[in-house]
């Protein structure tokens, strides 16, 4: 995963601890001075040497965190 930080996405966690999908900051899509929280596919880096998005979590942090209180 060493392609992600060169590419604007840093990475903080995964998905669960049986998923190795990286989730990251998309740094080059800054919103309101805060950053996307995206899901990035594994296998396109590992495989590919690609980076693909499968999903975005929240469009910042503050809205990440909003929803981890509310569920």
Do not use: M, W
Not at 11 to 38: L, M, N
Not at 40 to 67: G, P
């Amino acid at each position: 995963l060493f392609q992600l930080l060169p590419n604007g996405f840093v990475q903080f966690g995964f998905q669960s601890a049986y998923e190795y999908d990286p989730i990251c900051f998309a740094t080059k899509c800054r919103s309101q001075s805060d950053y996307p929280i995206v899901r990035i596919d594994h296998e396109e880096i590992l495989c590919n040497h690609r980076i693909k998005i499968i999903a975005t979590i929240a469009n910042s942090f503050r809205e990440f965190v909003r929803q981890l209180s509310s569920g």
